[in-house]
């Protein structure tokens, strides 16, 4: 319910923009319609961009919250909320690793490839 009540708001709010040329185009930074997701890519974008503060394979570091845990189960945190973390940032909330910063270089199609390889290993360790 909450993510539905974020993506309306979000939707409204760019709609509302009055000048065109500061729309966002893709506000909710999602891959293109048809995107297929490849784990395996996923694991080379992730130890790329993400290791060095969630951790080898996602089990977290003193700079950064483990993403293999039930915190990050998909009934609690949607795929939606990863695109979302990365285009926004993320206030700390669950942990105390402080604020997660935007991450502008990371593209839609990248995270939705990294969010598939968290669900791989979510899947492996028995969360889901």
């Not at 996923?42 to 993403?67: A, V």
């Not at 945190?77 to 700390?92: D, I, P």
């Amino acid at each position: 319910m909450k993510i539905k009540r974020i993506l309306i708001l979000t939707i409204l709010l760019s709609a509302c923009d009055s000048d065109p040329s500061k729309r966002d185009s893709n506000p909710l930074h999602l891959p293109p319609s048809g995107f297929v997701a490849d784990p395996i890519k996923g694991q080379l974008l992730f130890n790329q961009s993400c290791q060095s503060c969630h951790g080898t394979n996602g089990r977290g570091t003193i700079q950064g919250p483990p993403l293999v845990d039930k915190t990050y189960e998909p009934k609690h945190h949607a795929n939606l909320a990863f695109n979302f973390a990365v285009k926004n940032g993320v206030r700390s909330h669950h942990w105390k690793f402080g604020d997660m910063p935007a991450v502008p270089e990371i593209s839609p199609e990248m995270i939705g490839h990294i969010t598939q390889y968290i669900r791989t290993l979510q899947k492996q360790a028995g969360i889901q």
